[in-house]
């Protein structure tokens, strides 16, 4: 079963940037679409950015369009966020997905997949 740990989450200004990682143990996630999802204070989680196995496909939420950016090694996935703003405070998420949809709010996690304890992103003045 993949397991995923996120970390890079912390304490930014409004208009900062942040790099998130989500890494694989013992896994090459050449064989695998990874999702990023975020919960925010009181709000449902929901899924932001997807990248699928090959690495050639990436989508994202119109709420980081622009904005955010994912990329994929052998072993990690990244979140390169720019430009945050106050309503990107959250609780950040990889998970393995069962395909990188072209509308990621409809992005689902993988029947085996295993939420990690996520990397809290704060952005604050």
């Known amino acids: 079963q993949l397991q995923l740990v996120e970390s890079g989450g912390g304490l930014v200004q409004p208009g900062g940037s942040l790099r998130l990682s989500c890494a694989a143990s013992?896994?090459?996630?050449?064989?695998?679409?990874i999702g990023w999802f975020r919960q925010a204070p009181g709000k449902e989680r929901e899924g932001i950015l997807c990248?699928?196995?090959?690495?050639?496909t990436t989508n994202s939420a119109d709420s980081v369009k622009g904005r955010f950016t994912i990329s994929k090694s052998k072993n990690t996935v990244s979140l390169q966020m720019n430009y945050l703003k106050p309503e990107d405070t959250a609780i950040y998420y990889c998970?393995?997905?069962?395909?990188?949809?072209?509308?990621?709010?409809?992005?689902?996690?993988?029947?085996?997949?295993?939420w990690g304890r996520g990397t809290q992103v704060t952005v604050s003045s």
């Open positions: 998970a393995q997905v069962t395909y990188c949809p072209a509308i990621v709010a409809t992005m689902t996690a993988a029947r085996t997949a295993s």
């Open positions: 013992g896994f090459n996630l050449d064989y695998y679409a």
């Open positions: 990248i699928s196995s090959s690495g050639g």
